[in-house]
């Protein structure tokens, strides 16, 4: 399989799918929404800075920062995206699939301007530090290590409006079941002896997308953040093993990862290393829905000869 192919045709791939996820969002915030998608897989950060690098825009970088941050404060942004990423991954959850939560932390240890920063423990060092609380919802299979990224916020204890943990977990909880209904298996990774799994999905997002190195000043912004790395684990985790092409296309991913000690069971730290080797050895801007829209000739796979 060609790699510049590939790499068109995830291009539009991510582009159909930020169009589902963007859905009830203006044109200015769906094309924005398509573009941090995008620049997550592309750069594999959270940085504004290396996202906008991957855009190919012809303007000057701090332009496109400067854009990126704007658009990332839009208030309609986090409940829009975190409702999207539930509609479509609800129909994967069965009767007994886990439906694991777990409370976590962002630690800021050296930040001084950010938002409403307050004090957390630090699950890493043990300790007290800045930061944020954090909510993880995963569901998983009992005899198997495939996950389904379902939900994810970020809070401050000393943020206006903020109660308790409790229901933040609750709203939570209420969020997925709204849309699962009965199906699912509850459980709190605390107790939960599969515990391992839920982590490595943790690590994926921290180590991955480089989340705990976010450099985003403002509260809303960060909070709009998360189902925006939500939306882009979903998208390597569940999205390129949706059919039996895309299923092909995530080997080639995996492979392009060219992991030294081959591919781990837990494969979506090869799926997002192979993703970003892929852009980044064929760059190019990424498809917008507005363009797809107006492109009824693009098709999602081609695999005749160029």
């Known amino acids: ?34 573009q941090m998608v995008y620049g997550i897989q592309a750069s594999e950060s959270v940085l504004l800075t290396e996202i906008g690098r991957t855009l190919e825009e ?22 829009t995206i975190q ?58 299979g009992v005899d198997s290590d495939g996950i389904i990224p379902l939900y994810q916020r ?20 209420d969020a997925v079941a709204a849309h699962v209904g009965r199906r699912g298996l509850w459980r709190m990774v605390r107790a939960y002896l599969k515990r391992w799994s839920i982590e490595e999905t943790i690590r994926y997002a921290k180590t991955c997308y480089d989340i705990e190195n976010v450099r985003v000043l403002n509260y809303q912004g960060l909070q709009n953040l998360m189902p925006l790395v939500l939306a882009a684990m979903y998208f390597a985790a569940c999205v390129l093993d949706q059919d039996s092409r895309l299923r092909v296309m995530a080997g080639f991913v995996e492979k392009a ?23 980044t050895r064929c760059p190019g801007a990424p498809v917008t829905p507005k363009q797809l829209s107006k492109s009824s000739q693009m098709t999602l796979f081609a695999f005749d000869s160029p």
């Open 257 to 279: 990862a060219k992991r030294l000690f081959g591919i781990p069971d837990f494969k979506y730290y090869a799926l997002a290393d192979g993703l970003r080797a892929i852009l």
């Open 83 to 140: 409702e999207n990423v539930l509609r479509m991954a609800a129909s994967r959850v069965g009767q007994d699939t886990l439906l694991i939560i777990d409370p976590s932390d962002l630690s800021k240890k050296y930040a001084k301007k950010m938002e409403y920063l307050a004090t957390v423990h630090d699950g890493s060092a043990h300790d007290l530090a800045q930061g944020y609380w954090t909510l993880h919802i995963a569901g998983c």
């Open 1 to 34: 399989m060609n790699a510049t192919r590939v790499a068109r045709n995830l291009r539009v791939r991510i582009g159909r799918f930020s169009g589902d996820l963007s859905k009830g969002l203006c044109v200015a915030a769906q094309r924005f929404v398509s």
């Open 154 to 173: 970020l809070w401050s204890a000393d943020a206006p409006g903020f109660t308790s943990e409790n229901d933040e977990i609750l709203r939570g909880i």
């Open 58 to 79: 012809d303007i000057p970088l701090r332009k496109t920062h400067n854009r990126l941050s704007r658009n990332l404060q839009r208030p309609e942004l986090e409940k």
